[in-house]
Every structure is written in structure tokens, then in C-alpha cells.
Nanobody, 126 residues
Framework: QLRLVQSGGGLVQPGGSLRLSCTAS????????MAWFRQAPGKERKEREF???????????HYADSVKGRFTISRDNAKTTVYLHMDRLEPEDTAVYYC????????????????WGQGTPVTVSS
């Protein structure tokens, strides 16, 4: 099992910044492409929205149009951690954010990710 433990998040005003972290253990972290998904209030688990992903080496990243230019995904394989740095946050970014892992190749589909973090709430409000 690949265990993913998230930290960060919380309450921030519109225009503010937050950084989420997700630390892995249990299996070789560098074997897994990583992604962030989010679940907005009132949405069901199956409606989790893709936010960003990153390949095993960290050399390739992709973003949802809604966050492109504001969010940055990165990873440190030595620390077995993936990050999501969020700038210029908007109320529409309010959600529970999840990190997720899929073996080898990046994917945009939540169903292909076998391992998930516990979720971190992010609330953007004045």
C-alpha cells in the first residue's frame, strides 16, 4: 500500500495563497505519477474535479483550465512529497483537496488513481 498523508489548507481570503503537501510512504514514491483533485461542497465523490498532475520525475505537469496560471504542482522525490501551491485563490476554489497516486503514467481520471490522501479542506472567503 502507498500511504498518502496530507497537510496544509485552511481558511484564506480571496487573492491569498496556500500550499498543500502530501507525503507518501510504503512504496517507492518515484514509481507513481501524482495528482491533485478537489471535491466542491455539495458534490459527490464521483464528481471530484481534476486540478493538476505531475509525472514520476517531475518534469511534466498539467493543469485544469480553471487553475492554470494560479496553481503550481511540484514534487520532491527525495522527500517523497508532492505539493500544490495555490495563488490568487478565488471563492470558487473552495473544496476538499485530495492528492492521489497512479502507477507510472499520469492520468486525468480519478478512477485510475489507486491511492488517495485523507483530504484537506480549503475555504476561500472574506
Amino acid at each position: 500500500q502507498l500511504r498518502l498523508v496530507q497537510s496544509g489548507g485552511g481558511l484564506v481570503q480571496p487573492g491569498g495563497s496556500l500550499r498543500l503537501s502530501c507525503t507518501a510512504s510504503g512504496r517507492p514514491f518515484s514509481d507513481y505519477a501524482m495528482a491533485w483533485f478537489r471535491q466542491a461542497p455539495g458534490k459527490e465523490r464521483k464528481e471530484r474535479e481534476f486540478v493538476a498532475n505531475i509525472n514520476t520525475s517531475g518534469g511534466s505537469t498539467h493543469y485544469a483550465d480553471s487553475v492554470k496560471g494560479r496553481f503550481t504542482i511540484s514534487r520532491d522525490n527525495a522527500k517523497t512529497t508532492v505539493y500544490l501551491h495555490m495563488d490568487r485563490l478565488e471563492p470558487e476554489d473552495t473544496a476538499v483537496y485530495y492528492c492521489a497516486a497512479t502507477l507510472w503514467y499520469i492520468d486525468y481520471d480519478a478512477d485510475t488513481h489507486d491511492f488517495w490522501g485523507q483530504g484537506t479542506p480549503v475555504t476561500v472567503s472574506s
